[in-house]
């Protein structure tokens, strides 16, 4: 049986297997006719579950052209819809509360915010990055360590999944802060109107 504790990924027709055992591979062509334990391979032969029989060393190219500038690009619009409510939040609630208790509404509000937002957002991405983990490091004695590959499309899906449910909440919390924000702003002008 293969072992998951190396990896030493092999490339062929765009499948990338976690060993050249996994990929079934039998012998081994080295560079220049190199026969010793230290010579650099150039490719694996007699590999039972590839298409060609044959497979080369390390991982095959990804399909994502243009992935960095659409990630940096949807990071960019994430930072600005995430601090977007900040202001708008922040004037809400000191209008709300009364001017004595100001500091101390502001306070439970930061701490309510790094309870439920902060904490526990390392822990939802910990598991989601968890479930998508193709092959797990698994030692000799049956211990599991570390994940050595990751289900790729189903991660970026997930995550931006996760994020698209996030950006609607937020948008949903900047709608109702401005309805508020409206309220209050048309009440304090009917009353400032009506003391002149």
Not at 6 to 30: I, K, N, R
Not at 120 to 134: A, E, K, N, V, Y
Request: proline share 3%.
């Amino acid at each position: 049986a293969c072992t998951t504790a190396f990896y030493q990924p092999v490339c062929d027709s765009g499948v990338t297997y976690f060993s050249p055992c996994h990929a079934g591979c039998s012998d081994v062509e080295l560079v220049d006719g190199l026969t010793t334990l230290n010579g650099t391979v150039a490719r694996y032969l007699g590999c039972s579950c590839t298409q060609t029989t044959t497979a080369r060393p390390g991982t095959c190219e990804g399909k994502c052209d243009n992935v960095l500038v659409q990630n940096l690009a949807i990071n960019v619009i994430n930072t600005a819809i995430n601090f977007a409510g900040f202001p708008a939040s922040a004037i809400v609630y000191q209008r709300v509360v009364s001017e004595v208790d100001r500091t101390s509404a502001q306070g439970l509000r930061q701490f309510a915010t790094r309870l439920f937002g902060t904490l526990p957002s390392p822990l939802i991405f910990g598991l989601i990055l968890d479930r998508m983990c193709s092959v797990w490091r698994e030692s000799e004695d049956g211990t599991v360590g570390n994940c050595w590959t990751y289900d790729v499309d189903r991660l970026r899906w997930r995550v931006w999944r996760t994020l698209l449910r996030d950006y609607l909440r937020m948008w949903r919390r900047l709608q109702h802060h401005s309805m508020i924000s409206r309220h209050f702003t048309k009440r304090s002008m009917t009353a400032w109107q009506s003391g002149n």
